[in-house]
């Protein structure tokens, strides 16, 4: 099993646990590392991130908890960086680039909230084209690598969360598919690992993690790589998944993810 989790959330974004609470959990579950990642501040998206005067708190505190917990597991302080953030993401031991909005006309269109957002936006921005829609989703997170520095490239296809059983859209469509393999193909070239993210499996939205099987092995036949990630906002949840993972083609290990240094 892969003994270190990068991706969880705490009080200090939309996590119900503090990072203490997580650390002792992940000491408990057995990881030998455990990467705090709090959404970095988002203006107009306050509900959910960081606030903009919380960086230096955040980094304090995980910095207590690398101490304190120094020998019983090793703490990194990382961030979730939307592609959207307007603070640099500089000083982290690690960056996940995610993209969580597309803007269109100045608006903020959450794409993970809820599926009616979705349509909504589809009818009021895309002439009710829902392709067109996702290939603007993809277009932006094609540069989510290189807008965040990201070490890990977060949620590839966050876009999907509410189209199991293609729901809203179909996901073999030739305009579908084209969209996603461009951005893959133009992440790919950055060398970050793709996360295998189980966060909408561990709450109840979805029964597959990100990205989905036919965009894993086009990864993996493109010389892409791929940590997993348990993307918790509960400490009962870090880790979720990495048991019964039994697709390692290309997983690699912590050493594998930390190509910058920052
Ligand atoms: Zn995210
Ligand atoms: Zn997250």
Redesign the pocket.
């Known amino acids: 099993m892969q003994n270190f989790d990068l ?3 705490t009080t200090f ?1 939309d996590g119900a646990d503090t990072p203490e609470t997580v650390v002792l959990r992940a000491i408990e579950f057995g990881l030998s590392r455990i990467g705090i ?3 970095s501040f988002v203006k107009g998206a306050e509900e959910w991130c960081m606030r903009e005067d919380a960086l230096p708190a955040y980094r304090k505190e995980i910095t207590r908890l690398k101490e304190k917990y120094l020998g019983q597991i090793e703490v990194l302080c990382g961030i ?1 960086q939307d592609i959207l953030s307007k603070t640099p993401a500089d000083g982290f031991d690690y960056v ?1 680039g ?1 993209v969580h909005f597309i803007k269109e006309k100045n608006t903020l269109i959450p794409v993970d909230e809820s599926a009616d957002i979705l349509q909504d936006a589809a009818a009021g921005y895309f002439g009710d084209d829902i392709y067109a829609l996702c290939s603007s989703y993809y277009a932006l997170e094609a540069e989510a690598a290189l807008r965040t520095n990201a070490d890990i490239i ?2 590839f296809d966050l876009i999907s969360k509410f189209n199991e059983n293609n729901a809203l859209f179909d996901e073999s469509d030739p305009r579908y598919v084209s969209a996603w393999q461009g951005a893959a193909l133009q992440l790919l070239q950055s060398g970050v690992p793709f996360e295998i ?1 189980f ?1 909408a499996v561990s709450r109840g939205y979805r029964t597959l993690p990100y990205p989905s099987a036919e965009m894993r092995r086009f990864i993996l036949d493109n010389g892409g790589r791929f940590i997993l ?1 348990s ?3 509960a400490a009962g949840t870090i880790g979720y998944g990495f048991e019964g993972w039994k697709e390692t083609g290309g997983c690699v290990g912590f050493e594998g993810v930390l190509k910058h240094s920052h």
């Open positions: 991706h969880v959330h974004s990642s709090d959404h979730e996940i995610s977060g949620h993210n966060g990630s993307d918790s906002h």
